[in-house]
């Protein structure tokens, strides 16, 4: 990068870092700091709840997958709108009736404290591991395509998120998301409009050759268990995911019990659940722009240069040489095929565009062969050698071909994201670990100073955890899809027993204990076993339908072991 685009990196990232700090300095109480003095306004908290949600795996991740599997993943947020209005009118006026400082305080109230203490630990469970997900994420792209070390990339990342975040608590988490989703969307719209402007065809015929390549396909009402993203998992599942996070995971919760009124909460909620749609829809279609770009423009045969250096100073740069003269030959009959179906289309020949459509696939495919044979050699030269590189498509074009300035500013979003969604799950993990865990059950009379150390240091605590699980983690098939499997695993069961809280009165604490248990034991059993046998019959179901499965198992459980087990104790 040039020394204008670290300027911008470094002096975005600790810009907003110094603002949240001095914006939330002072003496603060246990109240002021876990509740941000209930001081956000609507337009704060739909801003903060966005940012929580858009870490940096979004903008890493969601161009990649659109870029290799079109606008599909839209589908994903189709029932976002109706589950912020399942919460804003069932979950929110509880909490507020409540006072409470966690999302699971209710449950003790309306069960017990074991149901509170066991829920509270799945939640921790499952954001402690995102936690670490969510620093790794943009910390093993960002090393690679800098040449940063690692370990020291975490380690900026975490220790930034822990300053202002030990400091200021909810209400510096808050702050500097305002001033964090400024950049990540400012940046994203920038380079939306600088990938269209040096597209080497119209936006006319890009859309042609996106819409010919099924990459515009954003709706599929084709219903399969096993598909990720079709309308009926985004209407059904999806939605069980969404009101499990929105509803019961605290690093959201914690967003809007920092409102002013109930009001003022209800409506930053459904701002979010209203602008993420057409949010993640601007970054999936950048993703297919990109794609387009590089039907005309070689793209690399790999996209993560780090590897593809290596073997070009390895026993195999020859071989690699070889399949990059392959890999250019067939671009070159790809553009050519491309040229040929943009000029049967403008004159109308539809079947002539079909079929020079099957001729590109057929190329496509053996493109895919090729880079086939690319990964093969990486392997070979490192046989631990990362080989999947869809989450370094957009940063490697926006690195060959954005100007000086937009680099650095790309970079801050990606830093950014991760900040925000880091510092709402380090506050979470700090608030429910302190109310939920040592407050209530280890040290129980103890002074509001007292509390408010500690969850400063839980706080800490689980940013240096973060880090450290960063540290060893590894890439998954796409990070996108991580951080969603691994919501997926544990939010179905913690959503399922907030259910039961709600709306089935004759279910007691014992029951949904037990009920909790055995559900949480199904989810992992289909997620490792890759689907079960019942009654001679094989399910492979998609991770997303893990939320749904898990709700209403503990629904079934708990209302089968009521009678058996008796009242609350």
Excluded at 126 to 135: F, K, M, V
Excluded at 148 to 154: I, K
Aim: hydrophobic share 50%; charged share 15%.
């Amino acid at each position: 990068m040039s020394t204008l685009d670290w300027i911008v990196l470094f002096w975005t990232l600790i810009s907003i870092a110094i603002y949240g700090i001095y914006k939330t300095r002072g003496k603060k109480n246990l109240d002021s700091y876990l509740r941000g003095k209930n001081s956000m306004n609507w337009w704060t908290i739909g801003l903060s709840i966005m940012a929580t949600q858009a870490s940096a795996i979004t903008f890493l991740s969601t161009p990649g997958q659109a870029y290799e599997d079109g606008m599909r993943f839209i589908q994903f947020y189709f029932g976002l709108p109706l589950a912020m209005i399942i919460i804003s009118v069932s979950f929110i006026p509880i909490y507020y009736k409540l006072k409470v400082y966690t999302a699971y305080e209710y449950l003790e109230n309306r069960f017990d404290l074991k149901t509170r203490t066991l829920t509270a630990l799945l939640f921790i469970t499952q954001r402690g591991l995102a936690a670490g997900i969510t620093i790794y994420a943009p910390a093993i792209i960002l090393s690679t395509l800098l040449g940063w070390n690692l370990t020291w990339t975490n380690i900026f990342i975490g220790v930034l998120v822990i300053l202002y975040t030990v400091s200021g608590g909810t209400e510096a988490v808050s702050i500097t998301q305002k001033q964090q989703m400024a950049v990540m969307m400012g940046g994203m719209i920038l380079a939306g409009i600088i990938v269209i402007q040096l597209l080497p065809i119209s936006f006319q015929d890009a859309l042609h050759v996106a819409g010919k390549m099924e990459k515009l396909n954003a709706v599929s009402f084709e219903f399969d268990l096993a598909d990720r993203y079709n309308v009926w998992s985004g209407m059904t599942a999806a939605v069980f995911l969404f009101l499990s996070y929105f509803g019961s995971d605290q690093s959201q919760v914690g967003r809007y019990l920092s409102g002013q009124t109930l009001t003022q909460s209800r409506m930053g909620l459904i701002m979010n659940g209203f602008l993420k749609i057409p949010m993640q829809f601007v970054i999936l279609f950048i993703g297919v722009m990109v794609f387009v770009f590089y039907q005309f423009i070689q793209p690399p045969v790999i996209f993560n240069q780090v590897q593809t250096d290596k073997l070009r100073q390895s026993e195999y740069a020859s071989e690699y040489e070889g399949v990059e003269q392959k890999y250019k030959a067939s671009f070159e009959s790809g553009k050519l095929a491309y040229e040929e179906m943009l000029t049967a289309i403008d004159a109308g020949e539809e079947e002539k565009a079909d079929l020079v459509k099957s001729q590109i696939k057929e190329i496509k495919a053996e493109q895919g062969l090729i880079r086939e044979e690319a990964k093969a050699l990486i392997l070979k030269n490192d046989p631990t050698a990362e080989t999947r590189d869809t989450d370094y498509i957009f940063m490697r074009f926006v690195m060959d071909y954005l100007p000086k300035g937009v680099v650095g500013l790309l970079f801050a979003v990606i830093f950014c994201a991760a900040m925000s969604s880091s510092s709402s799950e380090l506050n979470a993990l700090g608030s429910t670990s302190t109310i939920d865990l040592y407050k209530r059950s280890i040290k129980k009379d103890a002074s509001d100073h007292h509390y408010l150390m500690s969850s400063k240091f839980f706080t800490a605590f689980w940013g240096l955890g973060a880090i450290l699980f960063a540290t060893y983690a590894s890439l998954f098939e796409n990070l996108i899809q991580a951080i969603n499997l691994l919501g997926s695993l544990f939010y179905g069961t913690i959503l399922g027993v907030f259910i039961v809280g709600f709306f089935m009165k004759f279910v007691k604490g014992r029951a949904v204990f037990i009920a909790a248990l055995l559900s949480q034991a199904l989810i992992l059993l289909i997620h490792f076993k890759n689907g079960i046998g019942i009654l001679g019959f094989h399910w492979d179901i998609g991770f997303l339908w893990y939320n749904a499965v898990g709700c209403i198992a503990v629904m079934l459980f708990g209302a089968i072991l009521q009678p058996i087990v008796g009242k609350k104790i």
